[in-house]
């Protein structure tokens, strides 16, 4: 009896289990299509300016954290093409997959990729979480997902797409750790609030949006744990900018 007992309660584990990760699926899929209608366009110009440039920066620290010598790379989460653009044109006999699962950026990137004749690049449709392609990538990137992401099934997923010793290298925003300097983030915010939707209407929901979602996600532990839990190594955590962003790198095995 006892064994029986024992059982069922795995297989409530397992209902519950799969009952939060459709939530938070379905809650990061709202939270993507809330932020972000209308605003391909602009995007581009908008990241670098809300960032005050700093943007560029962090995007050179994920490019110099990739392996000399990658031919396969996965860009999730690639929006326009940023990123994905920069890693095709250092990497210039990789071949590059850029994924996102909003298609107005896709169509920017895809005429990107044509105006800038760049031919190693690739794009595909869909969630980063449910994208599963063809095995052995050297690296896996990502830049403003992990806040948003379901975590479990992306590093899951990842380490069956990343050969033995391949990269994951996930970057996003995080809540100022330094208590002196979030005061002054949170005015900033406040600024964006009125004269950045002022300037650019499309952008009111992440500016009334993003600051709270900052304040409560915990994704780098939350994604530390997981990785630990996948058995990656070398997990390693870089501050960047007064707290306000991260980049967690983790190897396959």
């Known amino acids: ?15 519950v289990e799969e009952r939060q990760r459709t939530m938070n699926r379905d809650q990061g899929l709202a939270i993507v299509n809330h ?13 670098n300016l809300c960032t005050l440039g700093f943007d560029r920066w962090w995007k050179r620290e994920m490019l110099n954290k990739i392996p000399e010598g990658s031919r396969r790379i996965m860009d999730q989460a690639c929006g326009t093409g940023i990123l994905t653009f920069k890693i095709a044109q250092k990497f210039l006999r990789s071949q590059v997959t850029g ?26 449709a869909g969630r ?3 994208i599963t392609v063809e095995q052995g990538f050297d690296c896996i990137t990502s830049s403003y997902l992990a806040k948003y992401a379901e975590l479990g099934t992306l590093v899951r997923n990842a380490k069956v797409m990343l050969r ?3 990269i994951l290298i996930m970057h996003d925003f995080t809540y100022p ?24 209407p499309q952008w009111k929901a992440i ?47």
Do not use: C
């Open 128 to 130: 980063a979480e449910d």
């Open 164 to 166: 033995e010793g391949g």
């Open 207 to 253: 500016f009334d949006g993003l600051p709270g979602f900052l304040r409560e996600t915990k994704w780098v532990s939350a994604l530390v744990q997981t990785l630990q839990e996948n058995l990656f190594s070398d997990i390693q955590v870089k501050s960047l900018t007064l707290g306000t962003a991260a980049i967690v790198t983790a190897k396959k095995g």
């Open 99 to 124: 994924v996102d699962v909003t298609e107005e950026y896709l169509d920017i990137a895809r005429e990107k990729a044509g105006n800038l004749k760049v031919e190693n690049v690739r794009f595909m």
């Open 1 to 15: 009896m006892g064994n029986g007992r024992g059982a069922i309660d795995s297989k409530e584990q397992v209902k």
């Open 35 to 47: 932020f972000f209608p209308g605003t391909g366009a602009t995007y581009d110009h908008m990241v």
């Open 177 to 200: 750790s330094n208590r002196a300097f979030a005061p002054i983030w949170e005015l900033y915010f406040k600024l964006l609030q009125t004269a950045g939707t002022w300037s650019y």
